[in-house]
């Protein structure tokens, strides 16, 4: 797709999704789904930017330059395997967090949710997708400066998939950001060895994580890129940061495993978070049932730093 002068190429944008009255009247949130001409990843890169009431009221006009800009923390929203970007909306969940503004148990800020494919949201073995480095290096820099964004108040969240994204980035780049928070995370207690086997008998989703970290998985790539070694490595600052994160009991995958596992470490290291293991499974009733809570406490978090 020719890239112009422009590095973004729209291509819709979904307007009044909601409007509520309240005592300023009515108000409007919306959701802006682009795409950003990655030169990372040599290919456009689709996304949704989900907009507070009264966004568009901090923007200067052309004849109003002196106006002075609103700024907001984001929030940044990572998906799970076999969705995209938009998952918020097709879900449901950002009903639900409309909900909850409307309600005022959140603040005011700004969502921003990538594509991420089946990346797992990490440079790939072979080199062929560096979407860390998309990520780090080139999305969240377009994000902030096409959005008014709070820099000093950033959030990272993600479901399953986008769970373990999220707490390997927050992990690995601490200082970037003040809250994460993980629902289902795809925290998998399973040795590398083990997962090998898995993966060479096709079973579940351990057949999908050769393209990402190797076939056979490379064990020092695997580690590089482990949430629990991150935590471990990076603890100091990982301390600073606000977590949360929660899992179904019955998880089909055994990410229950993996959550509990990821508690007692932090626990052990004395690092401050806040853990949850609910009834429920690996679905999509399970992610709304506790989306809520996973967003409110992103918003105490921008609260505090502000």
């Excluded at 890239?3 to 309240?22: G, Y």
């Excluded at 106006?67 to 879900?91: F, K, M, T």
């Excluded at 603040?107 to 072979?126: K, L, M």
């Amino acid at each position: 797709m020719p890239i112009a002068h422009n590095r973004f190429t729209r291509i819709v944008v979904l307007v009044l999704l909601a409007a509520w009255p309240n005592a300023d009247g009515w108000t409007q949130s919306r959701v802006e789904c682009s795409a950003l001409n990655s030169t990372y990843l040599k290919a456009p890169v689709r996304y949704c930017a989900f907009l507070p009431p009264h966004y568009d009221d901090s923007t200067p006009a052309k004849n109003h330059s002196s106006r002075i800009i609103r700024r907001y923390p984001v929030l940044y929203y990572l998906h799970g395997l076999g969705d995209n970007e938009q998952s918020l909306v097709n879900s449901g969940g950002w009903n639900l967090i409309q909900d909850l503004h409307e309600q005022h148990k959140i603040g005011d800020f700004i969502i921003a949710a990538p594509e991420g494919d089946r990346t797992f949201y990490v440079n790939s073995r072979d080199g062929r997708t560096p979407y860390s480095d998309f990520f780090i290096r080139e999305f969240m820099p377009a994000m902030e400066h096409r959005y008014h964004v709070l820099k000093s108040s950033r959030g990272i969240m993600g479901i399953s998939m986008g769970g373990y994204g999220a707490l390997r980035f927050a992990f690995a780049y601490p200082g970037l950001f003040t809250s994460v928070s993980a629902q289902s995370a795809a925290l998998m207690p399973e040795s590398p060895k083990d997962l090998n086997v898995a993966m060479n008998s096709g079973l579940g989703q351990a057949a999908l994580l050769g393209d990402v970290f190797g076939n056979p998985i490379d064990l020092a790539f695997w580690r590089q890129n482990s949430p629990f070694v991150l935590a471990r490595k990076n603890r100091a600052l990982i301390a600073k940061l606000k977590i949360y994160f929660d899992c179904g009991a019955e998880d089909e995958y055994g990410f229950d495993r993996g959550a509990s596992a990821l508690h007692k470490q932090l626990v052990a290291e004395k690092i401050k978070h806040e853990f949850h293991l609910y009834p429920g499974g690996h679905n999509l009733v399970f992610f709304l049932q506790h989306l809520g809570e996973s967003v409110e406490f992103h918003s105490r978090a921008f609260d505090e730093a502000r």
